[in-house]
């Protein structure tokens, strides 16, 4: 089984909201994932957590805030978003992050976010 | 600076022809190749890997072959079928990280 899911499918929410995406994984990886996919574009990576502490930040912007609650769950906190920030997020989750050897990762359907 | 590329940005196949998608990447530390195969707004699918210890890799109708001195790996298909028709992305890291980087995606169509 190498599924990782993703809540909500679909998300539309205004400049002044605060929501959060949320991913999960049952497969017992240690390492999870946060891309952002525009489109016709490649997915660029956003945040790595490895062991439940973040490892990768790539100068994300403070809207978008991170959390990881245990090693199954990912969340993706956002605020005060830009309508530039509309893309798919994307979720992805792999054995241990690369520490013990090269690592797929594995990709959730992603949200489709709209910002207004 | 686009460590990783793709220079065909689509690709036009007879349904059960072979479909040959190509990758060049820059960056010497990389020694793990994956591409990922995606549907529109759909998440990437993982379909193979390579090691850099390796020249060739085979699953099923799916081969990829690496050519580390040219920087150069490609993605043959056989035979292409119409539900073969999605975006493939080249994705690289270094096998002591974590971090992926994507190619710019090949758009395939096989027509039947």
């Known amino acids: 089984d190498t599924e990782v899911t993703q809540t909500p499918k679909h998300l539309v929410m205004g400049m002044t909201n605060k929501k959060s995406l949320k991913c999960e994984q049952h497969?017992?990886?240690?390492?999870m994932y946060w891309y952002k996919q525009k489109a016709k574009k490649p997915p660029e990576l956003m945040f790595v957590?490895?062991?439940?502490?973040?490892?990768i930040n790539e100068s994300v912007p403070s809207r978008f805030s991170p959390e990881c609650p245990n090693s199954s769950l990912l969340n993706l906190h956002l605020h005060a978003l830009q309508p530039e920030d509309s893309a798919l997020y994307l979720c992805?989750?792999?054995?241990?992050?690369?520490?013990?050897?090269?690592?797929?990762?594995?990709f959730g359907p992603g949200t489709r976010l709209t910002v207004l | 600076d686009q460590q990783v590329k793709q220079n065909s940005p689509s690709l036009s196949v007879q349904e059960g022809r072979i479909s040959i998608l190509n990758c060049d990447y820059t960056?010497?530390?990389?020694?793990?190749f994956l591409w990922y195969k995606k549907y529109p707004a759909e998440g990437p699918t993982f379909l193979i890997s390579?090691?850099?210890?390796?020249d060739k890799n085979e699953d099923g109708r799916f081969t990829v072959f690496l050519n580390k001195s040219a920087k150069h790996l490609s993605l043959h298909i056989v035979p292409s079928q119409p539900g073969d028709s999605a975006v493939y992305f080249c994705?690289?890291?270094?096998?002591?990280?974590?971090?992926?980087?994507f190619g710019g995606g090949t758009r395939v169509l096989v027509k039947p």
């Open positions: 390579i090691s850099s210890i390796k």
């Open positions: 960056n010497s530390m990389f020694d793990y």
């Open positions: 992805a989750s792999s054995q241990d992050g690369g520490g013990q050897g090269a690592d797929t990762q594995y």
């Open positions: 497969m017992g990886h240690r390492a």
């Open positions: 957590y490895s062991y439940e502490k973040l490892s």
């Open positions: 994705a690289a890291m270094w096998a002591a990280g974590n971090k992926l980087t």
